[in-house]
């Protein structure tokens, strides 16, 4: 039911940086503010970011986000091992039913 | 610091009824919204609904007619029965601390989520 693409992957060697995208519409992205969640291997999900481009404490300033009309970014510079792990983009869509989305998840590998 | 505890049985059969529940710990229910969401094997998150402290709550459009979400206040938990299960069910439940406002925009995230409680669908 997602209704925010991302890529299914993104790569990269430590130190460079990465940037995933989610893709929305009017209705999500283009109405609501943007949250990123970070997902290690067999674990919960954590947030990243909320409210666009906000670090709740203890999230390292390497990993940045942005939004702009229908579409976000989250940008991690600095690439560093820890950091593979699945990332989500999520939104409240207020359309006629109003629910809270998730992106489709970008796989992020660590060269 | 808060933290959050899921807990229900394991192994449900089909066409039964699924049920959680999520304990708070370290914190009060009170003034915050609560969330479920799911991770089917090997896929991506499904957000479930919320429940207000006070009891208000909003499903997922696509599970609205299967799910009921439940607030204890005098025990801190929070709970969800998902019926009419099938194997497509099957998933990792997830329950989360949620923040829930408008300004100007909707602002919606979970902060503090537990750790999940696996959940299989079988006979």
């Known amino acids: 039911q997602s209704v925010l693409t991302q890529p299914p992957s993104a790569s990269g060697t430590p130190g460079q940086r990465v940037t995933i995208s989610c893709s929305g519409s009017?209705?999500?992205?283009?109405?609501?503010?943007v949250n990123w969640y970070q997902q290690l291997p067999g674990t919960a999900p954590k947030l990243l970011i909320y409210?666009?481009?906000q670090r709740p404490s203890g999230v390292p300033d390497r990993f940045s986000g942005s939004k702009s009309g229908t579409s976000a970014s989250l940008a991690i510079s600095g690439l560093q091992s820890e950091d593979e792990a699945d990332y989500y983009c999520?939104?409240?869509?207020?359309?006629?039913?109003?629910?809270?989305?998730f992106g489709t998840g970008t796989k992020v590998t660590v060269l | 610091q808060v933290q959050l505890q899921e807990s229900g049985p394991g192994l449900v059969k089909p066409s039964e009824t699924l049920s959680l529940t999520c304990t708070v710990s370290?914190?009060?229910?009170?003034?915050?919204?609560w969330s479920w969401i799911r991770q089917p094997p090997g896929k991506g998150l499904e957000w479930i609904g919320y429940?207000?402290?006070?009891?208000?709550?909003n499903y997922n459009p696509s599970l609205k007619s299967r799910v009921t979400i439940s607030v204890d206040t005098s025990k801190n938990q929070f709970s969800l029965k998902l019926s009419s299960v099938t194997a497509a069910d099957t998933a990792v439940y997830y329950c989360?601390?949620?923040?829930?406002?408008?300004?100007?925009?909707?602002?919606?995230?979970?902060?503090?989520w537990g750790k999940g409680t696996t959940v299989t669908v079988s006979s």
């Open positions: 989360a601390r949620t923040i829930f406002g408008v300004v100007k925009r909707y602002y919606y995230y979970m902060d503090v």
């Open positions: 370290g914190g009060s229910i009170s003034s915050y919204y």
């Open positions: 429940i207000y402290y006070s009891g208000s709550t």
């Open positions: 009017s209705s999500n992205i283009g109405s609501n503010t």
């Open positions: 409210s666009n481009n």
């Open positions: 999520a939104a409240w869509d207020d359309s006629l039913n109003a629910f809270y989305v």
